[in-house]
């Protein structure tokens, strides 16, 4: 391992997938009933996913330091700062790794997962008994782990990875971007309501990645036979992981603002649907039209065409919705979206002003 983290030598590549076996994920005691069995892999996976982040954020930081382990005569010296963290990230990797699959990981992480598994080859060096103190602590191999670590992040393909990890954020913030200045192309005002959709206290320990993906759908499918949604024109939402709420969303509704008024009470009543009809009362939901006076640049209620500064606003709400989260493309299958908006089809070639068109047209869920 000395020889190895010394050396120029590439990395060898590994796939985080490959590292165990995914049918040691599920649970095979069948004297659970239905509810129990389900209630039980939610939380679960709720819990892996928690310890995965924690494991995440440990390591970018371990990355990003320039911190090493001070070099000590006593084989077994008090291990805290940055020893301490590399330890326990190790150990999470050798006794932890069944989390990493299916698990879209950031780039610094899956360097990681390399070194780690280099010098995890060597089946003398465990994590967990140098933090209990009974194994002596092997500074020199650790801090040249970190240094290859740090090394591995500051190279040019390291950095175009990167690039590669956050440029679906890009392009869904121009795409969104050209959303909202088509749809102010078509209709001369539009109602903005915006509304966080979560779930309640007893329920949002038990909901899955999954769950809350099958509730959104559930509700853009109910949505082109409900009056409630008759003149609306367009939508925007990004899924979100928090420590407290835990998946939520973050939506834009747009209405046809010639046809539709009180974006209070359209905001309430969407929030009742999801709350009662979607989620069959597991849900809340959060009514930022009624709380305008929380924004510093207002974009939702009533926006003209020609209001540049309601505008902004807007556009400045729907970039949110494109920013990288690391945490939730954890929580998502590969390919997992967490970020989606509506569909319009290519204008017609028109005279130009404020063109206006009929409700609910060409609009595709």
Not at 262 to 276: F, M, N, P, R, S
Not at 287 to 310: F, P, Q
């Amino acid at each position: 391992m000395q020889k190895f983290l010394k050396s120029n030598l590439p990395i060898p590549e590994t796939s985080a997938t490959s590292l165990v076996n995914k049918s040691d994920l599920l649970f095979h005691d069948e004297t659970f009933g239905t509810y129990d069995y389900n209630t039980l892999s939610a939380l679960r996976d709720n819990d892996e996913l928690d310890a995965l982040i924690e494991q995440v954020k440990c390591v970018l930081k371990l990355a990003e330091s320039t911190a090493y382990i001070p070099i000590t005569r006593n084989a077994f010296p008090r291990i805290a700062g940055v020893g301490e963290s590399l330890l326990k990230a190790l150990e999470f990797h050798q006794w932890q790794s069944l989390t990493y699959i299916n698990r879209t990981l950031h780039q610094t992480v899956l360097v990681f997962i390399r070194l780690a598994n280099c010098l995890l080859a060597d089946e003398s060096f465990h994590p967990s008994s140098v933090l209990a103190g009974t194994e002596p602590l092997s500074a020199e191999i650790l801090n040249l782990f970190l240094a290859d670590l740090r090394a591995a992040v500051r190279t040019p393909q390291h950095r175009k990875a990167l690039a590669k990890f956050e440029r679906a954020s890009v392009k869904n913030t121009r795409s969104a971007e050209r959303y909202i200045t088509r749809l102010f192309e078509r209709y001369s005002r539009l109602l903005v309501v915006r509304v966080d959709l979560s779930y309640g206290e007893d329920a949002k320990r038990t909901i899955t990645a999954q769950q809350a993906c099958d509730d959104r759908e559930r509700l853009f499918r109910n949505a082109k036979a409900n009056r409630l949604f008759q003149y609306l024109v367009g939508y925007a939402w990004k899924l979100e992981l928090g420590n407290e709420k835990r998946y939520h969303y973050h939506m834009f509704f747009f209405f046809d603002g010639a046809l539709v008024r009180q974006d209070v009470t359209l905001a309430e009543l969407i929030g009742e649907y999801w709350k009662h009809q979607i989620t069959e009362g597991r849900g809340c939901y959060f009514n930022c039209n009624a709380h305008k006076e929380r924004y510093t640049e207002l974009g939702i209620g009533m926006v003209s065409w020609n209001d540049s500064r309601m505008q902004q606003g807007l556009l400045r709400g729907v970039r949110y919705l494109t920013k990288v989260d690391e945490w939730i493309r954890l929580a998502l299958p590969e390919n997992g979206r967490s970020f989606g908006k509506g569909e319009l089809p290519p204008l017609a070639d028109t005279p130009r002003g404020r063109p206006r068109q009929s409700v609910n047209s060409n609009l595709t869920f």
